[in-house]
């Protein structure tokens, strides 16, 4: 019996599928959707370049974002550290920004990245929200999601 539920432990644990290679450095265009929250300097349609450093421990992902992104998301944010897991061609990474406050209304600006990695290519969304205390005084804040497009390129990898 004891062999028999090993056996059957070790098909399941083979069913899911391992993670993709997502490591590198990858070059990012991204494209800004409706400006639901109000931010002051977002444009619809807007493009943008940026560069991110995945880097991956088994399942595990860190998207570090370089640049002048970086010093944005430091300043308006407060971090440009993703962090996430991945399943498969899949990654999802969250990155945590400041707490505030704006008089009962308490809130975590939070970034939200969705991804597929097919061969080099990485096309996915990020979604920035704030995470709040669900008072009514966070108004918009408690409902409003910005998103942004991407598709970015890291070099080939050797076969």
Do not use: K
Not at 12 to 27: E, K, M
Not at 64 to 77: E, I, K, M, P
């Amino acid at each position: 019996m004891r062999a028999l539920v090993c056996s059957f432990a070790c098909l399941l644990a083979s069913c899911g599928s391992s993670p993709a290679d997502f490591a590198g450095t990858y070059t990012i265009n991204l494209t800004n959707g409706a400006n639901e929250c109000g931010v002051m300097g977002w444009t619809v349609g807007e493009t943008s370049t940026s560069t991110i450093v995945i880097t991956q421990r088994e399942a595990e992902a860190t998207v570090d974002v370089q640049g002048l992104a970086r010093t944005y998301l430091d300043v308006v944010v407060g971090a440009h550290t993703f962090q996430g897991t991945i399943s498969g061609d899949h990654v999802d990474a969250t990155l945590t920004g400041r707490a505030g406050s704006e008089g009962s209304c308490a809130y975590t600006l939070m970034i939200d990245l969705s991804a597929d990695l097919e061969g080099d290519l990485l096309t996915g969304e990020l979604r920035w929200y704030a995470r709040t205390n669900g008072l009514p005084e966070c108004g918009v804040y408690n409902t409003c999601t910005n998103r942004q497009a991407f598709n970015g390129t890291r070099p080939p990898r050797g076969g």
